[in-house]
């Protein structure tokens, strides 16, 4: 039906009155919520930006309270652009303007307003000016009656200015034009917009602007600009805390000057003073009158970064950057950098990790104890290479100096670096008052040198030098250490004395490896004049060696041997034999596990033997053994028989032509034996806990026809040691010139208590004896032949017996006789680090190295910081002591001061009495001899020091 002509205008006026009043509805609904409704940026689709009308707002006053804090984030200056045309496009297209920004309400100092923005200006999003008020509402916060006021807020650009002509004080003047975007043409083709495919990374953590938040009772400025903060200051950025009584940060350099009672905080690092300027994210400037405590851990090395960069391809064990240690990311560091601290005229920060310091003390005592502590004129605190470097500088222990150097140069973690060691000193009987400078090389991460200049006032001035390389070479890694020591003139002796040691290992990517090792010296007197080391001074044979060998697929290796020993006789009245040299020895080994359900195996050498006297026989040997053996195995026993066969030759040359000797002698032996065991377990209580108690009995049948051996001399064969290990053997001698012929069955008993938990062992026991079914027929030259049925009775035990304490025992009983051949005791209480007791007697009747020694050993506080360390090893049989241990520690933490005297029984029957006096400085130096590796070396468990370790001390 039509609607009467006369009605359509008031229905038209209805129905536009009608969607007027929903859009100015919605429109007034999104403007009180303060955004949008379905908006479009039109910029998308690249047409003019929307221009927010202009909103009139009444004029605001801001007030202050007492704790106001200011969020302020520092951003560059608004880009130049130019202004978009005065057209009909730069309308609005499509939406509701966007609202106006809120007025800020943070206080700041009155200002004149700026003239007016041209109409070609446009401030910044209000998304970018980033001042919010952080004050806590409900805080309980006076306003303060003397507040200022704040101008207008300026409302949102158009066109033209603003009502109300003018800016907000505390926004920046912007006076460069805006660019107007990129717009369709008029004929052109509609924009093609695509979708991307990935989303886009963040940026880098450096490139985001990390907030800066600033709090006092009174806070003023230009925002952006400049902030004021007084009374009570506090900066807040990214892990750094500065505080003062006034400071002024401006956002634009992220630069802050503070001054009265400053104080800076990052991490645990803490540096405060008089006045500081800072730049926060360079982590650049200086604080005068300053005081210092700095404190970091370990670095993490990831992976790709432990590859040397110094042109050595060494492997990543050593190639590690300075203050990193090689643990995983998820792994906390082994150890903390030593804690400093101190006070400077002036502290430059120069960077991240960089410190420079001008007039100060330096110490890593605890704050409030200042018994040691070094002064310099100028000290660099280098934290990426952890090296402390110094000029000028004292040494003062309880205010007295006592060590000057015009350099310093030192660790600040245990990595190496060049520079002089601390010196030592000490006195000796032999060699009167000792004083050794040492000076280190630190060439390379892989490669490195040691010059230790000596003093003896007795004999003269001793020149030694070590040097070590660690490397990679033909895909594989080869290591050398070399020592050589040279004393021109020995006023004692009467002429020039030297040593030299070297030891080189290497392998290869193809399956080559090698070893040599060159030990001379240039007297038999040398050991026991100059070394105060018991293993030296006892030495009689120096190895000299060469040896190169073939692994070929894993299954068989090939070795080539070349060695002779330099022959020291300290004691002209006991000779010492010189042995062979193996010029050279070729030795194959070869195995196959599984060949046909047997378990096959080959041994062949050839060695050539020259005398270095030419007054004893000389010859070439071959040994052949191959042999072949079927285990059934079943998890709980074991049977194994074996069929092998030896095979020996020898071609002989004799001094003088041999008349009536054999030049040449074969050997021929067939080798049986049946290996058999159980294995039985039970659940047992110990100590309240529950353990797993086994019971392995074990019987092993050997068989070897006898042969008369009697031509065959005697080049590298002795009598083996009898152990648990030798009862199971083949052959009782040492070398291939003697095989003892066999028939005899050993018997074994061993029980074990495991822990469940872990399957670690916590104790073992053992007895074991050889039957013999017949009797020996085979010796060496100047020994007796065995007549009785039965060898010695062996029985051992180990473990721990109680907590922190364990027991070790082992002896071997005649039961011809019923006499007891030898036995050890020897227990060891560990209970805490620097707790330590040990006490062991050994006893020996065998003629060639007859022993009856007692041994007493250990470290233990006396009382407080005091601890008493001590060794005493005596002879019975000598009567006299064999070497004597005795000092005292005083460890005060930052510091320890040790005393040791030392009296060594030397091979000539002499004694070398030594004394040591030593002052430790943690984490900087030791001033005095070294007793630490003596103490380490001879009291077994000693831990003792203000650091714990030698690697981190000082270098001058």
């Known amino acids: 039906m039509k609607l009467p002509f006369q009605r359509k205008p008031l229905t038209l006026i209805f129905c536009c009155t009608f969607a007027g009043t929903l859009a100015v509805s919605f429109a007034g609904a999104a403007r009180a919520q303060g955004t949008t409704p379905f908006r479009v940026d039109p910029r998308l689709l690249g047409l003019p930006p929307v221009t927010p009308a202009p909103l009139e707002r009444p004029a605001a006053e801001a007030r202050a309270v007492e704790q106001p804090a200011l969020e302020v984030r520092p951003l560059p200056a608004p880009p130049a652009a130019a202004a978009p045309a005065a057209t009909d496009d730069a309308g609005p297209r499509g939406g509701a303007a966007a609202p106006a920004p809120a007025a800020s309400r943070a206080p700041a100092a009155a200002a004149a307003p700026p003239p007016r923005v041209p109409a070609t200006a446009a401030p910044a999003p209000a998304a970018e000016r980033a001042v919010s008020e952080a004050a806590s509402p409900g805080s309980g916060s006076r306003a303060d009656p003397v507040a200022p006021r704040v ?538 806990r529950e353990y797993t108690q086994t019971l392995e009995p074990r019987l092993f049948y050997l068989n070897i026809p006898y042969k008369n051996q009697d031509d065959i001399p005697i080049f590298d064969t002795a009598l083996a040691d009898f152990n648990f290990a030798q009862i199971f053997a083949d052959n009782q001698f040492s070398g291939w010139d003697r095989l003892n012929n066999a028939n005899q069955l050993t018997a074994a008993l061993s029980s074990r208590l495991i822990d469940p938990a872990n399957g670690a062992e916590i104790m073992r026991a053992m007895i074991g004896q050889l039957i013999y079914f017949s009797d020996d027929k085979v010796t060496l030259p100047g020994t007796t032949l065995r007549k009785w049925g039965s060898s010695d009775f062996l029985a051992a035990f180990s473990g721990q017996v109680w907590p922190r304490l364990y027991l070790d025992a082992a002896l071997q009983y005649d039961p011809s006789d019923s006499t007891f051949e030898r036995y050890a005791v020897g227990s060891r209480y560990h209970p805490a680090p620097g707790k330590a007791l040990n006490a062991s007697y050994v006893f020996n009747t065998d003629a060639s190295v007859p022993i009856k020694q007692v041994d007493l050993s250990g470290q233990w506080p006396i009382t407080g910081r005091w601890q008493a360390v001590g060794r005493y090893n005596y002879s019975f049989l000598q009567n006299t002591p064999i070497e004597i241990i005795g000092g005292l520690e005083y460890n005060a933490g930052c510091w320890a001061v040790r005393t040791v005297a030392h009296r060594l029984q030397t091979a000539q029957a002499d004694s070398t009495t030594q004394f040591f006096v030593q002052l430790e400085l943690s984490g900087l130096s030791s001033v005095g001899s070294s007793t630490q590796n003596l103490l380490q070396r001879r009291i077994p468990g000693y831990a003792g020091g203000a650091t714990g370790s030698e690697q981190g001390l000082a270098q001058w």
């Open 151 to 688: 101008a207008p807020a300026a409302t949102a650009a158009t066109r033209g200015p603003a009502e109300g002509g003018g800016q907000s004080p505390l926004a920046p003047p912007l006076s460069a034009p805006v660019a107007a975007p990129a717009t369709r043409p008029a004929d052109g083709p509609p924009l093609a917009l695509q979708a991307a495919t990935a989303v886009q990374s963040p940026p880098p953590e450096s490139v985001v602007p990390r907030p800066v938040f600033l709090s006092a009772r009174r806070v003023s400025g230009v925002l952006d600009r400049e902030a004021v903060a007084e009374e009570e200051a506090e900066l807040r950025k990214a892990g750094t805390v500065l505080t003062a009584e006034r400071m002024t940060y401006w956002p634009i350099e992220d630069e802050v000057e503070a001054t009265g009672n400053v104080q800076l905080q990052q991490g645990d690092d803490r540096i405060s003073g008089t006045q500081a300027r800072l730049k926060l994210d360079d982590q650049v400037g200086f604080f005068d009158q300053a005081s210092y405590f700095v404190k970091r851990q370990a670095k993490v090395v990831p992976a790709e970064e432990s590859e040397p960069t110094t042109g050595f391809a060494a492997p990543r064990v050593i190639a590690i950057k300075p203050g990193q240690s090689k643990v995983k990311a998820n792994q906390k560091p082994a150890s903390e950098l030593t804690e400093a601290r101190g006070e400077a005229e002036r502290i430059d920060l120069e960077g991240e990790n960089q410190f420079r310091l001008t007039g100060a003390t330096y110490t890593t005592c605890k704050p409030g104890n200042d018994d040691w502590y070094v002064t310099v004129a100028d000290l660099k605190l280098d934290y990426d290479n952890e090296v402390g470097t110094g000029s000028d500088a004292t040494v003062r222990f309880f205010d007295v100096p006592i060590l000057h150097s015009p350099w310093l140069s030192f660790p600040l973690n245990n990595e190496r670096k060049s520079g002089f060691l601390t010196p030592s000193y000490g006195s000796s009987s032999s060699s009167g008052i000792e004083l050794t400078v040492p000076y280190y090389w630190n060439i390379a991460p892989n490669m490195d040198a040691t010059f230790e200049p000596r003093l003896l006032t007795k004999r003269g001035v001793q020149l030694g030098s070590q040097f070590r390389h660690l490397n990679e070479a033909f895909g594989g890694t080869y290591r050398s250490d070399a020592l050589f020591e040279y004393l021109p003139h020995d006023r004692l002796a009467d002429r020039d004395r030297w040593g030299v040691a070297v030891q080189h290992t290497q392998s290869t990517a193809n399956g080559f490896s090698g070893t040599v090792s060159y030990n001379r010296v240039s007297d038999n007197d040398y050991y026991t004049d100059l070394s105060s080391r018991i293993a030296q001074t006892s030495q009689t044979q120096l190895l000299q060696q060469g040896t190169v060998t073939y692994g070929g697929g894993g299954w068989w290796t090939a070795t080539a041997t070349v060695q002779s020993f330099q022959t020291l006789e300290p004691d002209p009245k006991n000779p010492v034999t010189k042995p062979y040299r193996l010029l050279p020895q070729i030795t194959v080994n070869a195995r196959q596990p599984d060949l046909f359900f047997t378990d096959s195996s080959f041994y062949g050498q050839y060695t050539s033997f020259v005398h270095p006297e030419k007054a004893l026989v000389e010859g070439q040997r071959i040994v052949l053994q191959p042999q072949i053996s079927v285990p059934f195995v079943t998890p709980g026993w074991y049977v194994t028989p074996r069929v092998g066969v030896n095979i020996t030759h020898y071609d002989l040359s004799y001094p003088g032509g041999g008349f009536l000797r054999p030049e040449s002698i074969s050997r021929t032996l067939p080798i049986f034996s049946v290996d058999s065991g159980m294995t039985f377990e039970r659940s047992s209580i110990w100590f309240d």
